[in-house]
């Protein structure tokens, strides 16, 4: 499990992280709240503050099941190989924001 740390962060401040990242590679905050939206079920972004990294991850209401079709490593971990369920969820998300960022189409990086 990582450092519990990335767990107690503000979501917002996770958020600012992902937003960032994507628009450095030219894609937009859209995209990036219909990656959260599509993998999480959380309807609206706005509502989410006030919550932690964790909250967020655990509180989400519906995990696409096609979640489970995001391969791939990050930092040299390969997500479909991690067995704690929440670290799982983050490492999802985190591949989801590098797909994206790395100019895949919405249509491959949403499966």
Do not use: H
Request: proline content about 5%; glycine content about 6%.
């Amino acid at each position: 499990m990582p450092d519990q740390s990335v767990y107690d962060m503000p979501f917002e401040k996770i958020y600012a992280i992902f937003v960032a990242k994507a628009e450095r590679a030219g894609r937009t905050r859209m995209e990036v709240d219909e990656c959260i939206r599509w993998l999480t079920g959380y309807v609206s972004i706005d509502i989410l503050s006030g919550l932690t990294y964790g909250q967020f991850l655990s509180l989400a209401p519906m995990w696409n099941p096609r979640a489970e079709l995001i391969t791939g490593s990050i930092c040299g971990i390969r997500v479909e190989t991690i067995e704690d369920p929440q670290e799982k969820k983050m490492c999802q998300m985190n591949k989801l924001i590098d797909e994206l960022a790395a100019g895949k189409p919405m249509a491959e990086v949403l499966r």
